[in-house]
């Protein structure tokens, strides 16, 4: 098997790309992202086309797919973020610059429909990348809950631990159990969506985490079906389930309801209630690296997609 590439973790003076592979962003948003970013002294660099709109996309496919492969093939940018998710990526993930990464890795992060993109990195290089907030989130604030966990993620070089928390809708959705293996996965819409590309991760081994918004709970029963029956989730160590935010409609069954169902049945071990996701409040974790999946005592704890 391929060996996992490790970027290197983030130090103060690097430089970090903002491009926009998916939906289009505010400028005051990115300006909050610059802010931030600046104060963790790092050196923002935006690029041309993330205020850019074309439809429901920031940009047209070849202008999100070059501010990204240019970021991507810059010696001096040491890692890329994503300013929003929305939809797009998957349009242009099958020419992403693969020999760019290869031969310069650099930290990426995102999420929602930065999926895509986490998943054909993964395939296409074994890129450790990093399921945290777009950049645009980080207009919660730099002592946010949700920056202060992506700065983590870039910039320390340790393990991420993460915690269940009651409050959470999903926290219920729970055996008991260990489980070890790499950490893969990140928006379960997007995940079904590579079923039958050339993206879809090999999950034998792995431990998966899922998460997604304002999807009604048959849709998720319908996605996790087709999960199974596609026989993806047949090697699977364990499943870690994030936040499912604003997944509810007229039905008397709950988002809890419908991933107990489909998930508890498959003896493995699982653990809802992460604060991974679509909340207020989100923690970043890498994707790509080894994990620790603690059903027993409501840990999930992740190794470092970043080397010193």
């Not at 098997?1 to 973790?9: G, K, S």
């Not at 074994?126 to 919660?140: C, S």
Request: net charge negative; aromatic share 4%.
């Amino acid at each position: 098997m391929t060996a996992t590439l490790h970027p290197a973790t983030l130090r103060p003076g690097d430089t970090v790309a903002l491009v926009s592979p998916s939906g289009p962003v505010p400028a005051e948003r990115v300006e909050a992202a610059v802010s931030v970013l600046t104060g963790w002294g790092l050196a923002p660099r935006v690029y041309p086309h993330v205020l850019a709109r074309h439809g429901y996309f920031g940009g047209t496919d070849d202008q999100r797919l070059g501010d990204l492969n240019d970021a991507l093939g810059d010696p001096q940018v040491r890692a890329v973020l994503c300013t929003r998710g929305g939809y797009g990526a998957q349009r242009i993930t099958d020419r992403v610059d693969l020999d760019a990464v290869r031969r310069d890795p650099k930290l990426v992060m995102g999420f929602s429909d930065i999926t895509a993109l986490h998943l054909a990195l993964w395939r296409g290089a074994r890129l450790a990348t990093v399921h945290g907030p777009v950049a645009a989130q980080f207009d919660k604030g730099p002592d946010s809950p949700t920056a202060l966990g992506a700065r983590h993620a870039l910039m320390s070089g340790e393990p991420v631990v993460v915690a269940a928390d009651p409050a959470e809708d999903t926290h219920r959705v729970r055996t008991t159990g260990h489980a070890e293996g790499t950490l893969l996965g990140g928006n379960l819409s997007l995940l079904v969506s590579t079923l039958g590309t050339p993206h879809l991760p090999d999950l034998t081994g792995a431990i998966l985490l899922i998460e997604d918004v304002g999807e009604y709970p048959y849709r998720v029963d319908r996605m996790l079906t087709h999960l199974r029956r596609s026989g993806a989730l047949d090697g699977v160590a364990g499943i870690a389930v994030g936040q499912f935010t604003d997944c509810a409609d007229a039905w008397p069954v709950t988002i809890a309801d419908v991933l107990a169902d489909r998930l508890l049945d498959l003896g493995l071990p699982v653990l809802g209630g992460l604060p991974i996701g679509h909340g207020t409040q989100h923690t970043a974790v890498p994707l790509g690296t080894h994990a620790t999946l603690d059903a027993d005592t409501g840990t999930l704890t992740v190794a470092p997609a970043a080397t010193s």
